[in-house]
């Protein structure tokens, strides 16, 4: 985690929340079989889709997401990785898709309320 620091350092992009996100995500491919450096684009998307659940809020999100990126930023530049999937121009769309679907979910009533 040293190297992840230094390299958030040299890029100026180290927040005070940057470490707790990352080390997160590392905790959550675990839980869903993967890792950071085997982890598919399809993985991505459950991620982005749990984060939407999670915490309903696409500022959040996103600046979650962002913190991410750098990490995997970080590991394409050591060459542990190939692409970064948590890069805009393969997760902007989806991610648009993901909130729009989420929050047409949740605005929908409970169909199994009884009506009084």
């Known amino acids: 985690m040293k190297e992840v620091t230094k390299y958030l350092l040299e890029k100026r992009v ?11 995500h590392k905790r959550w491919c675990k839980s869903y079989g993967t890792t950071p450096k085997t982890i598919k684009f399809n993985e991505v998307i459950v991620y982005v889709e749990d984060l939407t659940l ?3 809020n696409e500022v959040t999100v996103n600046m979650i997401l962002r913190q991410v990126k750098w990490y995997y930023e970080y590991l394409l530049e050591e060459r542990k990785i190939r692409r970064n999937l948590f890069d805009h121009r393969y997760l902007n769309k989806e991610k648009r898709r993901i909130f729009k679907h989420i929050t ?7 169909r199994f309320e009884q009506l009084t």
């Open 54 to 56: 999670q915490y309903q």
């Open 104 to 110: 047409s979910l949740m605005n929908v009533p409970n």
């Open 14 to 24: 180290l927040e005070n929340d940057t470490l707790y996100w990352i080390t997160k």
